[in-house]
Nanobody, 123 residues
């Protein structure tokens, strides 16, 4: 079992930055690929970014490319999402998830999920 806990969410004005963290316990996070998802009110959950076990491969959805950066520190069992140039449309609950398969990274078929952290961007 892996427990994932997100932190770092909050309120920020448009153009600002936030750094989300996803801390894992139970098993080493280096065994998993990780994704960051978000879900805004009335919308489906969407994959924002993903990173492979060793961090050599990353994925970003088009709307965040150039603004968000996903990274990991396996020694700290933590995955990060640096969010810059935030826009009001980035407002959502952000979730961290872990998958044993990079092939499934763009699906919702992840093995473990965190509880989410709220990000609110005001205009």
């Amino acid at each position: 079992q892996v427990q994932l806990v997100e932190s770092g969410g909050g309120w920020v004005q448009a153009g600002g930055s936030l750094r989300l963290s996803c801390a894992a316990s139970g098993r080493t996070l280096s065994s998993y690929a990780n994704g960051w998802f978000r879900q805004a009110p009335g919308k489906e959950r969407e994959l924002v970014a993903a990173i492979s076990w060793a961090g050599r491969s990353t994925y970003y959805t088009a709307s965040v490319k150039g603004r968000f950066t996903v990274s990991r520190d396996n020694a700290k069992n933590t995955v990060y999402l640096q969010m810059d140039s935030l826009k009001p449309e980035d407002t959502a609950v952000y979730y961290c998830a872990a998958s044993t398969s990079w092939a499934k990274i763009t699906t919702n078929n992840y093995d473990y999920w965190g509880q989410g952290t709220q990000v609110t961007v005001s205009s």
